[in-house]
C-alpha cells in the first residue's frame, strides 16, 4: 500500500479550548482539515474547498449568558460594600468583585457570540473555534481566497437571486 | 404562475458525527438555526440579518459549489460484448480501470480515486483499516503526550513512579517512530519523557542502594 506523504498544514485558527477538549482549523493543499484534540488523541475533519458550499454563522446567546453570570458575582461582592465596616473585608470583596468586572469588560470588548458552521453538499459541520463574530469575519477572510481559488472565482448575490430567488420580491438582476 | 417554494422545515435524518447539524436541505441555502429555505437575496450580507422563521441573526456566506450542477453518479457502464472486461466486484459492468493495489479490474462504480490513485473498495478499506492512507485518516493517538503524562503526573503520589517511569520509557521508545500528530510536532515530549522517567529511575535506585546499605 502506498503511504501518502504527509500533508503540510498552516494554521487558519489556533487551538481554542472547547467543553471537550482543544479545536482548531488548519490549511491544506486542497482542504481545510478541523482538529479536535483531547490532549492525548486528535480527530480529524476534512472540508475539500472544491465541495464547501458555504460558511454560515448564527447569533447565540452566550455574551448575554457570560454577562449575566459574572454580572451577577459582580454585584453579589459589590452590593454588600457601602455597609461593610473592616477595612480587611472590604479589600477582600473588591479582590472577589474584581475578577467578573473584567470577565464582564471583556466579554462586551470580543463582540457578539456565533456559531459558524461550514456547509457541503452532504453536511453543516460546527467549527467550534469560532465563537465570536469578529472571530467569524476573521476565519472567512482567511479561507475565501483558498475556496474561491479551487471554485473559480466570487459568487455574487445577484447569481443567488437568479438561481434561488428574492423575497423582497427584486428580480435577479445584476447590481 | 409559478408554484411557491416550500419553504418548510424538514429536518434530516440518520446518524451523524459530533458537531454536524442536519437541519438542511442539500442543494437549497437554509437558515443555519431552524432550515428555513432562504432567498438569495438573504445570502452574502456583510451583516447578520435575522430569520423570518426562527427570528435567530445569521449570516450565509455562500460559494460557487452552491450553485454548482452536481455531476452524475457514475454507476458503471453495462457489460454488452462478453469480449470485453468486467469489474471484479459487478460482474455485469464494463471495467474501467485496474486497482492500482491488487491489480483487480474495477468498474466506474467501485472506482476510488485519491490524489490520482485508482483503488478497488477492499484496498481502500485496507488502507483505511490500517492507517496507510494519511488523507482519510481521522483519529490519530498523541502517543507523546500519553508518555508525557505517564512520566509527570505520577510525581504527584511519588511513590507510583515506581511504576509508571518503566511504563513511560517503554512507551516512548515504542512509539518513537509512531506517526504522531498530522500537524508539525516535535519530539520535545518524548525527549522529556524520557529524561523524567530515566531520572525517577535513578532516584529510585539511590533510594534502594541506601536502603540495602543500611
Known amino acids: 500500500m502506498k503511504n501518502a506523504d504527509q500533508p503540510a498544514y498552516r494554521k487558519i485558527l489556533r487551538f481554542k479550548g472547547t467543553p471537550f477538549g482543544r479545536s482548531g482549523v488548519f490549511a491544506g493543499d486542497d482542504h481545510l482539515l478541523l482538529v479536535n484534540s483531547t490532549g492525548y488523541a486528535e480527530d480529524y475533519r476534512r472540508f475539500f474547498y472544491n465541495e464547501i458550499e458555504a460558511v454560515t454563522a448564527r447569533r447565540t446567546h452566550r455574551r448575554r449568558n457570560i454577562a449575566l453570570v459574572a454580572g451577577a458575582f459582580f454585584l453579589l461582592c459589590v452590593i454588600p460594600l457601602p455597609w461593610m465596616r473592616d477595612p480587611e473585608g472590604i479589600g477582600v470583596l473588591v479582590f472577589f468583585a474584581f475578577f467578573p468586572f473584567v470577565i464582564l469588560i471583556w466579554n462586551q470588548l470580543l463582540g457578539p457570540t456565533v456559531q459558524c458552521a461550514i456547509r457541503t453538499s452532504a453536511s453543516l459541520q460546527i467549527i467550534p473555534t469560532v465563537t465570536r463574530l469578529r472571530t467569524y469575519w476573521k476565519f472567512l477572510e482567511r479561507i475565501r481566497p483558498l475556496i474561491e481559488g479551487q471554485q473559480g472565482g466570487r459568487l455574487e448575490q445577484f447569481q443567488l437571486i437568479a438561481r434561488f430567488g428574492a423575497k423582497s420580491g427584486t428580480t435577479g438582476t445584476p447590481q | ?214
Open chain 2, 1 to 214: 404562475m409559478a408554484a411557491a417554494p416550500d419553504r418548510t422545515i424538514r429536518r434530516g435524518a440518520g446518524k451523524r458525527s459530533p458537531g454536524q447539524l442536519t437541519h438542511f436541505r442539500p442543494g437549497e441555502p437554509t437558515c443555519p438555526s431552524c432550515g428555513w429555505v432562504l432567498g438569495g437575496d438573504e445570502l452574502q450580507t456583510a451583516t447578520p440579518i435575522p430569520c423570518e422563521q426562527c427570528g435567530v441573526e445569521f449570516i450565509f456566506h455562500a460559494f460557487p459549489a452552491m450553485i454548482r450542477e452536481r455531476a452524475a453518479i457514475r454507476t458503471g457502464e453495462k457489460l454488452s460484448d462478453t469480449a470485453e472486461a468486467s469489474c471484479y466486484y459487478h460482474v455485469d459492468k464494463v471495467a474501467e480501470v485496474t486497482c492500482e493495489e491488487c491489480g483487480r479490474f474495477i468498474c466506474g462504480l467501485c472506482d476510488l480515486e485519491l490524489d490520482g490513485t485508482h483503488l478497488c473498495p477492499a484496498c481502500f478499506q485496507t488502507g483505511v483499516t490500517n492507517k496507510k492512507i494519511a488523507k482519510v485518516e481521522n483519529r490519530r493517538t498523541l502517543h507523546d503526550s500519553v508518555a508525557l503524562s505517564t512520566a509527570v503526573l505520577p510525581m504527584l503520589t511519588v511513590y507510583f513512579t515506581l511504576l509508571t517511569a518503566p511504563i513511560a520509557l517503554f512507551l516512548s521508545i515504542r512509539h518513537w517512530n509512531t506517526p504522531g500528530s498530522i500537524l508539525p510536532r516535535t519530539k520535545i515530549r518524548f525527549i522529556f519523557a524520557i529524561l523524567i522517567s530515566l531520572a525517577q529511575l535513578v532516584v529510585w535506585g539511590i533510594v534502594f542502594v541506601h536502603l540495602f546499605n543500611l
